[in-house]
């Protein structure tokens, strides 16, 4: 039982006045930032980033992933009251959230949320306690074929099950990997793509994509679809304590999603998005009560929430045991390591297993303080909502264009960060998801080096990918994924057009946030 | 007023870097120079010597000196990424690097158009010391000495990981097959822990690296240092032999120094240089530095700015020779 051993290690770390300082702080701050509109997890670690530079490194991602999930917490209390998701994952919890909410049980609804993201969050962190030490074992063989295969697998999964179908997934995706070959090439020295503007040499920052892509993006299109403003509903959130029998219809639902969760939390590329769309999907097809699901479903509440928030704990496995990030907010986490002098990869079990298991042990911790912070603050949290876009939007994008200008003091980041947001907007108006964009800008170098060196170690042999079992395993499940996501795609535009989900801010897939 | 007045006087006579004699910083006292933290680039991503060196200044200046500092890694196209983009910070002393041979002596024979000047756009503050790289093989290989190693690379094609085109563990490479006349693939990474990964995973041959900073693999039986390119064997490690005393001479050593943009005060400048030095004084400073391989010799900031001028010209023959011109 050496899992639980450490575990309660990691519990000792936690348990330091400091780091629940700061798990505290990281939780609060991601669910303010989550009830937000617009803004997601991404946003809220490039704010908090800086700060993290001066506290210990297990304190500092401690921190930094209490922001992750409690985003997604907070994403959820948007969605059900307003109909606004929050967080684009927490945009399924619209579905059946919100018709809750009109039917006098948001209370219920943001309990069941709670609950739900409880249940998934500790799914997510038992799976990841039990799989990371073989991952990490395993990974110690890795050489760049297998790195090549992983993040290839990651690209595929994260453009076959967007939502814009497998097509316009992977145009995305190769339009993100583009964009990172933008700058200095790190094998020659070679200046590529920065069309003699000097401020390209260093290619486009993660944040300026990130912040432009999701939060300036998002907010041109919250603008144009809200310019009435959402009806202040008398919405009636005291009572609070689910039914006997909405207490059993929700146990089923938060095991499987926060099982669904977990592993598409895990597979690099996909994120909480994925998981809570796929949850609820499945759910829709086991559950008895399928025709309740759109009219305020207590089990279409419960999969989603429990899905994303299992996500947010797994997303952790391969960004630290591969030094593969999944998703743009996981690069951000690689970095803040970096800056600390810890490498993630597959030793940092072993030299670092205080920073890891004491990460795995704040999740138990920060889950807890979500749980009994949400529930008496759920009226802030209302009252945070009703503040009008007019005086909200504007705040919002001074803060994005104090964040981006932070990176390097530079003007020029700010009109990139603008000219991404316009680029977002067009990509929602064309049903283009800018979620596989970012992860290939994020894994693009690292594929690319990893290519180039597989492919000098095997003296230009592209066999090698195929011929060493575990990447060559890897590439037959992406091949798989991808033929599935054609297939499907293919399928849908045949079919009749069916009413698809009945929400329009909310076009997001995948590890965006 | 007037004393910094006298002090930039007298530099602007002693400019040249004849003088040895610490002049300007006699006035200097140790302390903190920036109300703002200090950022120091690194060239590598984390876990290299200039990392180590950087995280070590930057905890001992706010412990012992109340100066904040942070480290900030920007790795990419052998150390002109990081500094290409201090060059352009402002010169009021809270930008600096650590300064080593990947951007100031290697890049410039090595890259025909820079987007830096070497000397013109820095001020070189502080010299730290030097160490020195070896090659490293597997225990299993059988290699133990150079003329081994030359045997197996004649018999089979070896590979090599280095910490990236230009780097010193790649220049050490191509040296050895240049005057070893065997020929070794070269696999460029990202620093050394990288490539250090790849070798523990069996993707790697041998790498080159600097042998201080690797003697627990080398006491774990999971790497073996056949040679080390100093002039005399490291005193921390006497078991690694050096190229010179197994035939072949071979000496190519890194020094690190703290450097940033042209043009800081030379009263802050003089300022920082105390400091540096105060902390390299530390005794926990000493032990480290030692620990990393690395000699450590009081320079004055203008022997050190002399020091790094003559040193592209020392590089030329051998980066040429190398064949890693180009590009």
């Known amino acids: 039982m050496e899992i639980i051993a450490n575990f309660s290690g990691g519990l000792g770390t936690v348990l330091q006045p400091q780091t629940l300082l700061y798990c505290f702080i990281g939780v609060f701050l991601g669910t303010f930032i989550g009830v937000l509109p617009g803004i997601g997890s991404m946003a809220a670690i490039a704010m908090i980033l800086p700060l993290s530079f001066y506290l210990e490194p297990t304190v500092a991602i401690v921190m930094i992933a209490g922001v992750y999930y409690g985003a997604e917490y907070g994403g959820s209390i948007a969605s059900i009251l307003m109909n606004i998701p929050g967080t684009p994952s927490s945009s399924i919890t619209c579905i059946d959230g919100y018709p809750m909410a009109r039917q006098g049980r948001a209370g219920v609804a943001l309990f069941i949320t709670s ?19 073989g991952l990490a074992k395993l990974a110690l063989q890795f050489g760049p074929a297998e790195y090549f295969s992983v993040i290839f697998l990651g690209l595929i999964a994260a453009s076959a099950v967007s939502n814009g179908g497998a097509l316009r997934g992977i145009a995305m995706v190769m339009a993100g990997l583009m964009l990172s070959t933008v700058g200095i090439d790190l094998t020659t020295g070679d200046l590529r793509f920065t069309l003699g503007v000097p401020e390209l040499r260093d290619g486009v920052h993660l944040v300026i994509v990130a912040m432009g892509l999701f939060g300036v993006g998002e907010l041109i299109a919250s603008i144009k679809a809200n310019q009435t403003g959402r009806g202040r509903q008398e919405i009636d959130y005291t009572k609070f304590y689910p039914t006997r029998r909405e207490w059993r219809a929700s146990f089923g639902p938060i095991w499987r999603g926060g099982l669904i969760g977990s592993f598409f939390g895990a597979l690099p590329g996909t994120g909480q998005t994925v998981a ?29 929430e429990s899905a994303n928030n299992s996500a947010t704990q797994t997303a952790f496995i391969p960004t630290l045991t591969l030094g593969v990030p999944g998703s743009a907010s996981m690069a951000m986490v690689i970095g803040a390591l970096m800056i600390h002098g810890i490498t993630p990869g597959p030793r940092i079990l072993t030299e670092h297993p205080e920073l890891f298991w004491g990460l795995v042990a704040s999740f138990l911790v920060g889950n807890i303080m979500l749980l009994v912070l949400n529930i008496p603050l759920i009226g802030m949290w209302v009252r945070l909502l009703q503040i009008p876009y007019k005086l909200m939007y504007p705040a919002i994008i001074v803060l994005i264009c104090i964040g981006v200008y932070s990176l390097n003091n530079n003007v020029f980041d700010i009109w990139m960060t603008l000219l991404f947001g316009i680029a977002g907007y067009l990509m929602r108006l064309y049903r283009f998801e800018p979620a596989p964009l970012l992860i290939g800008f994020v894994l693009g170098p690292m594929m690319e080096e990893q290519l180039r060196r597989a492919l000098l170690l095997s003296r230009g042999d592209a066999m090698v990918f195929l011929e060493r079992p575990i990447s060559g395993g890897l590439l037959a499940v992406s091949a798989l994924i991808l033929a599935y996501g054609l297939w499907t795609t293919l399928r849908k535009s045949r079919a009749p057009k069916t009413a698809h989900s009945n929400n329009k801010t909310s076009s997001n897939t995948g590890a965006s946030s | 007023m007037t004393l910094s007045l006298t002090r930039r006087a007298l530099m602007a006579l002693t400019s040249a870097a004849v003088f040895a004699l610490p002049a300007g910083q006699a006035l200097a006292e140790p302390g903190a120079w920036s109300d703002e933290p200090v950022r120091i680039v690194v060239t590598f991503p984390p876990g290299g010597t200039s990392d180590l060196v950087a995280r070590l200044l930057a905890k001992h200046l706010d412990e012992s000196f109340g100066q904040k500092a942070v480290v900030d890694n920007r790795p990419g196209a052998a150390g002109t990424v990081a500094a290409d983009f201090v060059a352009d910070q402002d010169a009021d002393g809270t930008t600096l690097m650590i300064a080593n041979n ?48 030359v045997e197996a690379a004649k018999a089979n094609s070896i590979s090599y990981g280095s910490s990236g085109v ?3 563990s790649h220049i050490l490479g191509e040296a050895v097959d240049a005057s070893l006349h065997v020929e070794t693939l070269h696999i460029p990474y990202q620093g050394s822990a990288p490539a250090i990964q790849d070798f523990r995973a069996g993707v790697l041959d041998t790498f080159y690296d600097m042998v201080a900073q690797n003697s627990d693999m080398i006491e774990d039986g999971e790497a073996v240092a056949i040679a080390i390119a100093a002039s005399a064997r490291f005193p921390g490690m006497p ?61 004055s900031t203008e022997a050190f700015t002399g020091f790094v001028g003559t040193q592209i010209d020392v590089w030329k023959p051998l980066i040429t020779a190398a064949g890693v011109k180009g590009k």
């Open chain 1, 115 to 133: 609950i739900a993201s409880f249940g998934g969050g500790i799914i997510g962190m038992i799976v990841m306690a039990v799989l990371s030490p």
């Open chain 2, 166 to 168: 230009g780097s010193i």
């Open chain 1, 276 to 304: 809570a769309a796929v949850g609820y999907a499945v759910e829709k097809k086991v559950s008895k009560n399928k025709d309740q699901f759109g009219q305020g479903a207590v089990e279409g509440v419960a999969v989603p």
């Open chain 2, 239 to 299: 078991d690694v032999p050096t190229f010179k005393e197994q035939g072949f001479d071979i000496v190519i050593e890194n020094w690190v120094g703290l450097t940033g943009p042209a043009g800081i005060d030379p009263e802050i400048a003089a300022k920082i240089h105390e400091t540096t030095l105060a902390v390299l004084a530390l005794p926990e400073v000493a032990t480290t530095l030692n620990d990393l391989g690395i000699t450590h010799q009081p320079l």
């Open chain 2, 102 to 149: 990947a951007p100031f002596t290697i890049a410039p024979t090595q890259f025909e158009e820079l987007p830096y000047a070497p000397m013109n756009d820095f001020t070189h503050v502080a010299y730290i010391g030097a160490s020195a790289p070896g090659l490293f093989v597997k225990p299993d290989s059988g290699i133990t000495t150079v003329s081994e190693f």
